[in-house]
């Protein structure tokens, strides 16, 4: 019960920052860009690890879903698709991805 409420605030929270207009939030360090990646490896790690005891696999295609989801809803909004938020929202995935893959391998051989 407690992971599904984790995941349904970090979603809800994820979709109001990136679907809310931009004149809401203060820029970050290295622009709008940078936001896409630093938000997406947000949700990434976090949603790998509330779900590390599922299949890496179904997590990661969810993950990726979600992103893709959010970025073409906000042509309903006040903010606009482009293709360079998709692809930096993508970096951000990858990079979570491969530091959640690598805390991971670290701590299995820690334990042996």
Sequence with gaps: MIKIFSTLVVGLLYSLIMLLPRKFFLQ???GD?????YMSFILTIISLYIFSD???EINLII????LTLIEFLQVLTT???LINDLLFNFVGYI???LFYLISKFIKTKLQN
Excluded at 33 to 37: K, L
Excluded at 63 to 66: D, E, K, L, S
């Design 95 to 97: 990079i979570a991805t």
């Design 63 to 66: 993950i990726f879903a979600f």
């Design 33 to 37: 860009d940078a936001g896409h990646i």
């Design 28 to 30: 970050v360090p290295g």
């Design 79 to 81: 903010r606009n698709f």
């Design 54 to 56: 599922k299949k890496i």
